[in-house]
């Protein structure tokens, strides 16, 4: 799509909120998102908060990463763990709380649910090393306009010259054979909850 660049600027407080809305708006029909908040408009504040408290405490060495149209809007947005920030200190998880508890307050079964996956995804993240890629989304409306390629290519001239792999988890099934276009590769899904949806995993080889 013309007219777009990748920017990697350090985002101001409300360069994040903009970003944090460009994620809500991508998660709406996320099928883990709607497990957790089936109603939508408890989901779309949620959402919000959610990434919100994510992103304002991302911990030392996360980068956050946006694509803008031509007048400087955030319309896609990644953040990645390097290798090493993974798990984050105990100070940025501590930080973390107050927003996951508000996010997610409204509907109790939210939380409960919601941690039974962070606690597996803790649990089984990968130990060995490499890159961990928290978030990629694009604005829904012009999403399959290269705007995740721009983001993952990007990071790719980063992490290649190092030689290093890419771990990252989706709760979206159609999104397996995007991530596959890059080279990931599934790997055992987590299902933390018996009626909701797996976690799916996947990891793309050192180049």
């Known amino acids: 799509m013309a007219n777009l660049r990748v920017d990697e600027r350090a985002l101001s407080r409300k360069e994040i909120k903009d970003a944090c809305w460009v994620a809500q708006r991508a998660f709406m029909d996320d099928p883990f998102f709607c497990h957790l908040s089936p109603g939508p408009k408890l989901r779309k504040r949620g959402l919000y908060l959610f990434f919100l408290n994510q992103l304002l405490h991302f911990g030392k060495g996360g980068r956050i990463i946006t694509v803008r149209n031509e007048s400087d809007v955030i319309v896609g947005v990644s953040a990645w763990l390097p290798n090493g920030c993974y798990p984050q ?113 996947m990891w793309r080889n050192a180049r």
């Open 89 to 201: 200190s105990a100070l940025t998880q501590i930080a973390q709380i107050p927003g996951v508890l508000r996010s997610m307050y409204r509907r109790p079964l939210a939380l409960v649910d919601g941690t039974k996956y962070l606690n597996e995804m803790a649990k089984k993240h990968p130990k060995d090393p490499h890159w961990y890629l928290f978030l990629l989304v694009a604005e829904p409306e012009i999403q399959r306009s290269g705007i995740g390629t721009m983001l993952m290519q990007h990071a790719f001239n980063e992490i290649d010259p190092q030689g290093l792999p890419v771990y990252l988890e989706t709760q979206n099934e159609d999104n397996i054979a995007y991530y596959q276009r890059f080279g990931f590769e599934p790997r055992e899904p987590l299902t933390p909850v018996q009626d909701g949806p797996p976690l799916l995993r």
